[in-house]
Antibody, heavy 122, light 107 residues
Framework: EVQLVESGGGLVQPGGSLRLSCAASGFTFSTYWMHWVRQAPGKGLVWVSRIYSDESSTNYADSVKGRFIISRDNTKNTLYLQMNSLRDEDTAVYYC???????????????WGPGTMVTVSS | DIQMTQSPSSLSESIGDRVTITCRASQGISNSLAWYQQKPGKAPKLVLYAASRLESGVPSRFSGSGSGTDYTLTISSLQPEDFATYYCQQYYTIPFTFGPGTKVHIK
């Protein structure tokens, strides 16, 4: 079964750091662009970041640029999001998502993880 | 960035009703448009991609159309499991952007 499962969320103080993980299974992880999307409580979906299969290309939303780092370990079939200098407004459920087609940079998201909650609060 | 708008923001419909949701992009996106369904506490689920292509396993009562900047999602006969929030998303260019969502309520 094709599956994504996030972990690493929790409560962190403003200015703190957290690393999210997304474990992939059931498909050839190393060939897919992967994304992070977040959703603040009661709000809509917001794209956060993406990474190419070999890590040679990454992109970020302006709101997280310079604070978040996306990475992956294809030997462990795992996607990461290192979140630094966290702010109250980063509070959200964070989802990892896979694009539909292997190797396609611009594509819809056909597989999503269940999400992990990040709460930034003092 | 491409801005996505949706209308209406919410609607109340009965089982069996026909429902249409509109999505507009701030510039042309060449049918690089997806629709997602999200139920409370759950991850979004892909319903349609490339504006009009039905994702595998999605019932045929869902359909999509449009071109350029204007797109629609139609549910031909609303079923109990269709009550959810629907989001459009453009994947024409980075940053990918989502519409604000349309919540479909039971009347």
């Amino acid at each position: 079964e094709v599956q994504l499962v996030e972990s690493g969320g929790g409560l962190v103080q403003p200015g703190g750091s957290l690393r999210l993980s997304c474990a992939a299974s059931g498909f050839t992880f190393s060939t897919y662009w992967m994304h992070w999307v977040r959703q603040a409580p009661g709000k809509g979906l917001v794209w956060v970041s993406r990474i190419y299969s070999d890590e040679s290309s990454t992109n970020y939303a302006d709101s997280v640029k310079g604070r978040f780092i996306i990475s992956r370990d294809n030997t462990k079939n795992t996607l990461y999001l290192q979140m630094n200098s966290l702010r109250d407004e980063d509070t959200a459920v964070y989802y990892c998502a896979r694009v539909q087609n292997s190797g396609w940079p611009l594509d819809a998201f056909d597989i999503w993880g269940p999400g992990t909650m990040v709460t930034v609060s003092s | 960035d491409i801005q996505m708008t949706q209308s209406p923001s919410s609607l109340s419909e009965s089982i069996g009703d026909r429902v249409t949701i509109t999505c507009r992009a701030s510039q042309g996106i060449s049918n690089s448009l997806a629709w997602y369904q999200q139920k409370p506490g759950k991850a979004p689920k892909l319903v349609l991609y490339a504006a009009s292509r039905l994702e595998s396993g999605v019932p045929s009562r869902f359909s999509g159309s449009g071109s350029g900047t204007d797109y629609t999602l139609t549910i031909s006969s609303l079923q109990p499991e269709d009550f959810a929030t629907y989001y459009c998303q453009q994947y024409y260019t980075i940053p990918f952007t989502f519409g604000p969502g349309t919540k479909v309520h039971i009347k």
